[in-house]
């Protein structure tokens, strides 16, 4: 397992038995429900981290037509600048949905957004 993929493994655990205040982040920090306008960040950041992918996720056209589709992208910001991005790609026939595209960028893997982005799923 790579150093990355275990830290989100690590990341997750801690979202799902920690409790946490999502009301409030950390100063500074901001957790958002990406629109249209935030998408070329988001394929920035998509471009940065996956050197390949099954889906064209670094594609700003892929993004813009599954958000207008089935998929809710949210991000943590800081400063203006997206830091940690997930999305969830709904299935609204049978009422659930799939966290896929996580990213914690550099300096975040520690803090608890994992589980801030799982009280906007709910």
């Known amino acids: 397992m790579t150093a990355k993929l275990s830290c989100i493994k690590r990341s997750l655990i801690f979202a799902v038995k920690k409790k946490t205040d999502c009301s409030v982040l950390e100063d500074g920090y901001n957790i958002i429900k ?36 089935n998929v809710d992208y949210y991000a943590v910001e800081k400063d203006g600048e997206i830091v940690a991005v997930s999305s969830a790609e709904k299935d609204i026939e049978h009422g659930n949905a799939e966290m896929t595209d996580l990213q914690l960028l550099q300096n975040t893997e520690e803090k608890d957004f994992l589980s801030c982005f799982f009280s906007k799923w709910k």
């Open 34 to 69: 990406c629109s249209i306008n935030h998408i070329p960040q988001l394929s920035r950041i998509y471009r940065e981290v996956f050197s390949s992918y099954p889906f064209p996720v670094c594609e700003e056209e892929y993004l813009e037509k599954t958000m207008n589709e």
